[in-house]
């Protein structure tokens, strides 16, 4: 068995290439699609139709985005607790979780969005029909991560011809009429 690294390239380079390729800004770690400052907007919708704690909100936005898009804690957090500082936001102990709902403001701030484009929606037309493409590349990204740590040589060296002409296949394709 051979290592990634062994086989003269970063894997982890490799994979994050073909995510960015497919989804701009989702970087190493998987980050969502959208936007720095998309949170807050999302978090606003969300709480729309009803109150919801950190992790409810995380599961709603990754939701109504299709899974495309799942907000990291990080980013979730820190935001609900803007959102309260500028008073669009309340909170309340339930149990073990702090519940957020909006406040007066926050209903107005959120009835604004509405009409706007929806913050979760990606930026790209992945949507409907065409979301099947970047599936695809995510699971020849996951194939193509266990033929080169898990591949014999002859078979990564066959893995890398088929990939070449896959390549100039799909090249052929944009080129028809």
């Known amino acids: 068995m051979r290592s990634a690294s062994a086989a003269g390239f970063d894997l982890r380079e490799a994979v994050d290439g073909l995510r960015e390729a497919f989804a701009p800004g989702m970087g190493a770690r ?7 400052g998309d949170i ?3 978090i606003l919708v969300a709480l729309s139709d009803e109150p919801m704690h950190g992790y409810q909100l995380i ?10 898009w799942k ?11 803007l959102l309260s500082d500028e008073g669009l936001l309340s909170s309340e102990q339930v149990g073990e979780r702090k519940v957020y709902s909006l406040t007066d403001a926050g209903r107005a701030a959120a009835a604004e969005l509405t009409d706007a484009e929806r913050p979760w ?6 949507d409907g029909d065409r979301a ?8 020849l990204a996951q194939a193509i991560g266990q033929v080169a740590t ?5 078979q990564t060296d066959r893995a890398a011809v088929i990939l070449d002409e896959t390549r100039r296949k799909l090249y052929a394709l944009l080129a028809e009429d």
């Open 30 to 36: 998987g980050a969502g699609r959208t936007g720095r």
């Open 40 to 42: 807050r907007a999302a």
């Open 59 to 68: 599961q709603a936005i990754s939701a109504r985005s299709g899974g495309m």
């Open 71 to 81: 907000p990291s804690p990080g980013s979730i957090y820190p935001t609900l607790q």
């Open 121 to 126: 929606q990606p930026r790209r037309a992945w």
């Open 132 to 139: 099947a493409l970047p599936k695809a590349g995510a699971k």
């Open 150 to 154: 898990s591949g014999t040589r002859e």
